[in-house]
């Protein structure tokens, strides 16, 4: 597998000066492609500025981040804006839903930003939606659906256009026992098709559904269970 994401000696630096926070200090990452990896971390720990600088949401204060061999640190917010809108489907605890349309249209609006025709979008949308087992709540607005059914609509809106990354940001956060089953589900056949998902969270239990576990301590990164097993494999 080739290299998706390189970061290196990456820095994010806020009030620079005598009270400067450190969010993250001197971080190295590669993700390849194909790889199902979660970062882990509690509140402060970084995790959420990191997913940020994946997810293009933001730029380092120092330090490369190569996406497909393209370095993106130093973009303006309309490039960076291109970068998401054809690389990465974003997933949020909060599940991001506009509350007037129907699931088929919450997952068309995306394709429309990004110029995709109406027969398309919609072929598109009802596939997605498919995948997730929604197939039959085409119509119905996010109050008529459960917290996972709604986390589904988010998940279809965020692979309806086939990008090569999905990013998941505490993606079972408000969910139930049930319901984080199967969106873990959901997250792990995403994989198996070919996709690259990065899982952002502060359960380990949700982390050791991810094939790699990257633990992020005050900016740092504490440990990568990959890079462990792989020095295991040379002593």
């Given amino acids: 597998m080739s290299a998706l994401v390189e970061i290196r000696d990456v820095c994010k630096i806020y009030n620079p000066g005598e009270n400067e926070v450190r969010a993250l200090d001197h971080v190295n990452v590669t993700i390849r492609e194909g790889e199902f990896v979660a970062i882990i971390g509690q509140s402060g720990s970084g995790k959420s500025t990191l997913m940020n600088m994946l997810g293009c949401l933001d730029v ?24 998401r809108n054809r690389e990465i489907g974003f997933i949020f605890q909060g599940f991001n839903l506009i509350p007037n349309l129907t699931a088929l249209e ?24 498919e995948k997730v087992g929604l197939g039959h709540r085409l119509n119905h607005k996010p109050a008529e659906m459960s917290g996972g059914q709604q986390q589904r609509v988010a998940i279809a809106r965020a692979i309806a256009q086939a990008p ?63 890079m462990e097993e792989d020095y295991e494999k040379g002593k």
């Fill in 164 to 226: 090569p990354i999905i990013l998941a940001d505490e993606p079972t956060g408000n969910l139930d026992s049930h319901s984080t089953q199967e969106i873990m589900g959901i997250l792990t056949e995403l994989h198996k098709d070919g996709r690259t998902v990065i899982l952002i969270t502060h359960d380990n239990e949700i982390a050791a559904r991810a094939k790699r576990v990257i633990k992020i301590k005050d900016g740092r990164v504490e440990a990568d269970s990959e």
């Fill in 106 to 129: 919450n997952v068309e609006l995306p394709l429309i930003y990004r110029g995709v025709g109406k027969s398309q979008r919609m072929k598109l949308s009802k596939q997605a939606l």
């Fill in 60 to 83: 380092p204060t120092s330090g490369l981040y190569m996406l497909h061999g393209h370095d993106v640190s130093q973009l303006d917010d309309d490039e960076l804006s291109d970068i």
